[in-house]
């Protein structure tokens, strides 16, 4: 695992497992245990197994927990109405599953005409995602908020001195994204709209999120790319919940089917699905993509359940050669990747999806033959990442 190896086990202890690579590979004293794999993982053989006889057969755990949708609607409209009393509450919308179904709790706990909900198009969304949204959240108190110039001057003036940078300039594109979401839901973009102030912010952050952010994994936008002055309360009502608890939620309030399956989309959206400097071209190019790629998929995966769970193309801006028509062409590189993450969906940890060959041709086609950068660079050649979580990430920065 990671390359790790126990070479010798403390006193007491004896090895209970080996492999090929690793000759302590599970260990115990009788009353603690140790591994050096991942038992968690989908395709660890046995695993769920071994997880289990851990907890229920020698930690003497009882397996009662169950999620009601309906108790915690309860809870969480008591502790809203509790927190908020009769204030107005801001709730930033991005039409994902998450934020989404935090706006709805809110609006049964606090009322329709108390919840401000705004969809701010940052720039780096889905060709046409704002369009959908809007069709889809047809409603009085939702709007959007064009910001595309602002965030993308924030990004721009992100300084980049070439590879070997990426780590700091990735993390700080997120940072800047988390910022420039609170300058526009602090500022006149939102001001326009409202004529009051208001203290509180609805965030749709997940458990996963958090666990993420705190291990350094990655800065989220919405929890460790805040800024330290926030001016608003930031109200977590989905905080301890994971993905698949969320979609259960969603469903029981009746959320659009097309929302509760909704496969993830980071905060700093396709920002941070490419390489080298991040410039408004190359997310134009991104979008349109990944658009290829998503009605490939709906066409390829018509029932929902049985697509993956997270994808997405991300560019590689890395000289490479090839032939079009009977010319050499020279140009760069586009990556797919898609996982499945069928543990609860934490996304925590995830397995590579594979795609049939037929589809890997047509999205292999589409994409080197629809899509040039706005100076004339072509694609020429098509990569597929198949890398599990650990030791890789969902996203490639």
């Not at 001001?191 to 009051?196: A, D, I, P, S, V």
């Not at 000289?319 to 969906?345: C, L, P, Q, Y």
Request: with cysteine; charged share 25%; hydrophobic share 40%.
């Amino acid at each position: 695992n990671h390359g790790d190896e126990v070479t010798r086990l403390p006193k007491g202890w004896r090895n209970i497992g080996s492999t090929p690579q690793c000759t302590h590979a599970f260990f115990g004293d009788g009353r603690n245990f140790g591994a050096l794999f991942h038992p968690e993982m989908d395709h660890t053989a046995g695993g769920e197994k071994l997880l289990s006889h851990f907890l229920f057969a020698l930690a003497g755990c009882n397996p009662d927990y169950t999620f009601a949708p309906e108790r915690f609607i309860s809870e969480s409209s008591r502790f809203m109405k509790d927190l908020v009393g009769e204030e107005k509450i801001l709730a930033a919308v991005s039409g994902g599953v998450d934020s989404t179904c935090a706006w709805a709790l809110a609006r049964l706990a606090l009322g329709k005409e108390s919840v401000e909900a705004f969809f701010v198009d940052n720039g780096f969304m889905r060709e046409g995602e704002a369009e959908k949204v809007r069709k889809l959240f047809n409603d009085p108190f939702f709007r959007i908020v064009n910001a595309q110039e602002l965030f993308w001057q924030a990004i721009e003036n992100v300084p980049y001195t070439g590879p070997g940078d990426e780590p700091f300039y990735f993390d700080t594109i997120r940072k800047v994204i988390g910022e420039t979401f609170i300058e526009v839901f602090s500022g006149a973009v939102v001001g326009k709209y409202l004529h009051q102030s208001l203290r509180f912010l609805l965030q749709g952050t997940n458990n996963s999120d958090i666990v993420e952010s705190e291990t350094g994994l990655k800065r989220h936008h919405n929890v460790g790319g805040l800024p330290f002055d926030v001016k608003f309360h930031i109200l977590e009502i989905l905080a301890g919940l994971y993905k698949f608890d969320i979609r259960q939620l969603a469903e029981y309030l009746g959320l659009p089917h097309e929302v509760v399956w909704a496969q993830p989309f980071p905060g700093p959206g396709f920002s941070i699905r490419m390489w080298g400097k991040v410039t408004r071209e190359k997310v134009g190019a991104v979008a349109k993509t990944n658009r290829i790629l998503e009605e490939v998929i709906h066409r390829h995966y018509p029932n929902q359940h049985l697509k993956p769970s997270q994808y997405y193309v991300a560019l590689m801006p890395l000289f490479t050669t090839g032939h079009i028509g009977d010319k050499k062409a020279e140009g760069w590189i586009w990556d797919i990747r898609a996982v499945s993450s069928n543990r609860r969906e934490s996304y925590t940890t995830v397995d590579s999806f594979e795609f049939p060959k037929a589809m890997r041709r047509e999205l292999n086609w589409r994409l080197l033959s629809e899509i040039a950068m706005d100076d004339g660079t072509r694609f020429v050649r098509v990569v597929y990442d198949d890398t599990t979580k650990p030791p890789s990430t969902v996203e490639p920065h």
